[in-house]
């Protein structure tokens, strides 16, 4: 139980345009979800955290009008890079917490971004 | 500032060895702490949480420890296999934060046959 489907799990579009990154909560209600960014060989470092039916609450540093995020439904986040350039390709995970805060995460399968 | 560090950065062992993993971290006030394994270009599976109050977690052959008031926690494996190779994610859940996990950069485990 508890699955995070992410999608499309690669995907490489042109410079310029916009890329949107799906994550559903499969057998559960996730009011909170969680993007991160993944640089090779370092940690995950969050971007957002997403919230049903209200604004998402960005880190510091991470442009809000760059990676548009909604979570318009309990089941359903999506993290749109707009405006795509080279320097954003990266990996996107997205995250869910399962029930409450001593239930743990769940994570989606991540989404590799190359620009072109 | 809560931070998790992670050592070693890389590990290499023949086929059938025990091993342990180090995660620290500099605030003692969390909630929980997770330990994941994140295979190459694929995302984060959840092995084992422990709580706070709880001082370890088993699953199968895989043995996490906290100690919380050290800022510490180790996951055991035993008897490792080469599909264990992975790179382990150690995270911890702040005690005062909405929810954000706070992760180490990992610890990358090659098992050689």
């Known amino acids: 139980g508890a699955v995070v489907s992410q999608h499309p799990s690669r995907v490489i579009c042109k410079s310029g345009t916009s890329v949107k990154i799906e994550c559903r909560s499969l057998?559960?209600?996730?009011?909170?979800m969680f993007w991160y960014r993944q640089f090779p060989k370092q940690s995950l470092m969050l971007m957002a955290t997403?919230?049903?039916?209200?604004?998402?609450?960005?880190e510091q540093g991470v442009e809000k009008d760059k990676f548009l995020i909604n979570h318009a439904s309990l089941t359903l986040s999506t993290l749109t890079v707009t405006s795509a350039h080279p320097e954003d390709s990266s990996f996107y995970i997205c995250?869910?917490?399962?029930?409450?805060?001593?239930?743990?995460?769940?994570f989606g399968s991540g989404t590799r971004l190359t620009v072109v | 500032k809560q931070e998790v560090t992670q050592i070693p950065a890389a590990l290499s062992v023949p086929e059938g060895e025990n091993l342990v993993l180090n995660c620290s971290f500099t605030d003692s006030a969390i909630y929980n702490l997770q330990w994941f394994r994140q295979d190459p270009g694929k995302g984060l599976t959840s092995l084992l949480l422990?709580?706070?109050?709880?001082r370890e977690q088993t699953s199968g052959r895989l043995n996490a420890s906290l100690d919380k008031s050290s800022g510490r926690s180790t996951l055991y494996i035993a008897a490792s296999q080469p599909g264990d190779s992975a790179t382990y994610l150690c995270?911890?859940?702040?005690?005062?934060?909405?929810?954000?996990?706070?992760f180490g950069k990992g610890t990358k485990l090659s098992v050689k046959p």
């Open positions: 057998d559960f209600q996730a009011t909170t």
């Open positions: 995270a911890v859940l702040d005690g005062g934060s909405q929810g954000n996990l706070i």
């Open positions: 422990i709580q706070s109050s709880q």
């Open positions: 995250s869910a917490r399962i029930y409450d805060r001593a239930s743990g995460y769940t």
């Open positions: 997403s919230n049903e039916g209200s604004k998402a609450t960005y």
